[in-house]
């Protein structure tokens, strides 16, 4: 392999060197492109383009491989729990028994909110969105918690990372309780970390929490396979906002925002919508299919294709297995489901998709399972971001500690050139 490429521009010749990372990925580097050749690059959805060399997670689009931390998701989704996997990814190493231990009760101490914060959540009508709910909470604890990381200090980077693990849950299961008229209500110190999650969820005020391991485990696994996917839309966020050294918790506020959309995290609620207007409309997938390769309709068939992978999305397998076994072991009855499989046999085996190598990714069947953990629609994407905060956490931990520069793009200019200004009366 070459270790450098040239580049011939205006009858004079360039080098750059090409980086390798542990997988074997190659990448020009072209950190002095411009100052050396006035050139810039333009790759608009940065299709071609490493932001940051990280050593977070791992993908292999074309094999359909995802790790982190070295670790494959298939073995971490079936051996590890989602606490640990976040201590993994945040701090590079799998927890010892004491590590976790310590981790765990750091957090269980700071699983508190101030009782303000109570007002603010007040303020939301009911039918708010659960996703700009839980994004302005996350912002808004910055009023609460208003001392900034000092990004050298261990402990207090420590110390900010077990504040945001200990209070989104509390803030994710506020929104859902608003949303369903439940009183707030805080979690069991005795429980396990997404054991608590749950009770804080759906416990009722008259009801003694009741574990169901079926359900537990769903969870915990679902968390594990969104926890991290390297620079997607979210990360990116997070880490272009934190470069400007905004503290990590107004960096994670709008790294929920961008996965609120439906090309991203938002897709998760679009997919069962839609299977939800198949099944309304009589269940011809058929005529969805068509709808989706058609150009003129901007329909596409949510839950498919992504920009990396172009293969099976390993989370995908992982879950339509785990939503197979959910709703058998908890009776669940769901024509969603056949629904879900009939078009995912169906794209699998049209050209149109086969061509541009669409298959279904991990939201494709993830509705599936919160709707039969009784989660609703509106706060699949909220589910998507507690799994992701300890992505969002350790890439941005990642980001200041290597001490990037801001992120601030080019661009290349296509408006007007230079012109006079026209009065109003003379336009
Ligand atoms: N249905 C129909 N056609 C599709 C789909 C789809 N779901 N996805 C891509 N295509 C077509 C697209 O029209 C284009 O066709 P052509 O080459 O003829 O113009 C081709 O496939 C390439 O698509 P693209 O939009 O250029 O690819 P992209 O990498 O920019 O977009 C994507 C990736 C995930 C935004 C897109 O596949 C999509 O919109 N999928 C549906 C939404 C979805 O499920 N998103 C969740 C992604 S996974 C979780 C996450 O990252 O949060």
Redesign the pocket.
């Known amino acids: 392999m070459s270790d450098k490429v040239t580049l011939d521009y205006n009858g004079k010749k360039f080098e750059f060197p090409v980086i390798e990372g542990t997988e074997k990925e190659v990448a020009i580097d072209i950190k002095t492109l411009r100052s050396t050749t006035g050139l810039t690059t333009l790759d608009p959805?940065y299709?071609n383009t490493g932001s940051c060399e990280s050593a977070i997670t791992f993908l292999d689009g074309e094999k359909g491989i995802l790790r982190y931390r070295g670790y494959a998701i298939e073995e971490l989704a079936e051996k590890a729990d989602f606490l640990e996997v976040a201590y993994l990814l945040i701090f590079g190493e799998l927890p010892n028994k004491e590590q976790l231990a310590k981790f765990h009760r750091d957090i269980r101490e700071e699983s508190h909110i101030d009782e303000e914060m109570k007002k603010i959540l007040d303020g939301f009508p009911k039918s708010a969105h659960p996703m700009g709910v839980i994004s302005s909470l996350t912002s808004a604890l910055i009023a609460f918690n208003p001392s900034t990381v000092d990004v050298s200090s261990e402990k207090d980077m420590y110390h900010a990372i077990v504040r945001i693990m200990a209070k989104f849950p509390v803030l994710v299961a506020w929104t859902l309780r608003k949303k369903k008229g439940l009183p707030l209500d805080y979690g069991d110190d005795t429980l396990g970390y997404v054991e608590n999650i749950h009770k804080m969820m759906f416990k009722k005020p008259n009801q003694t929490y009741k574990k169901n391991s079926v359900v537990i485990e769903a969870l915990d696994k679902l968390l594990i396979l969104h926890a991290d996917?390297e620079q997607?839309?979210s990360t990116s966020t997070v880490r272009i906002v934190g470069s400007s050294h905004a503290g990590l918790f107004a960096s994670l506020s709008a790294g929920i925002s961008a996965?609120w959309g439906?090309?991203?995290?938002g897709?998760n609620q679009?997919?069962l919508e839609m299977l939800e207007a198949i099944e309304a409309d009589g269940g011809d997938t058929k005529k969805y299919m068509a709808k989706?390769?058609d150009?003129e309709d901007p329909f596409?068939?949510?839950?498919?294709?992504?920009?990396v992978y172009k293969n099976f999305?390993p989370r995908a397998k992982i879950i339509k297995k785990a939503a197979d076994e959910v709703l058998s072991d908890l009776g669940v009855e769901d024509a969603i489901l056949d629904i879900a499989k009939g078009l995912e046999k169906e794209a699998l085996e049209d050209e149109?998709f086969v061509k541009?190598k669409?298959y279904p990714?991990?939201?494709?069947y993830s509705g599936i399972i919160y709707r039969a953990l009784g989660i609703p629609t509106e706060m699949f994407t909220v589910m998507?971001a507690l799994g992701r905060l300890p992505g969002w956490i350790a890439q941005w931990r990642e980001m200041r500690l290597r001490g990037e520069p801001i992120g601030r793009p080019r661009q290349v200019y296509i408006g007007e050139n230079l012109r006079p200004f026209v009065n109003v009366d003379l336009r």
């Open positions: 959805g299709k996917h997607n839309c996965l439906p090309l991203h995290g897709a679009a997919v989706a390769k150009k596409r068939l949510m839950g498919f294709g992504h920009r999305d149109y541009r669409l990714n991990v939201d494709f998507f």
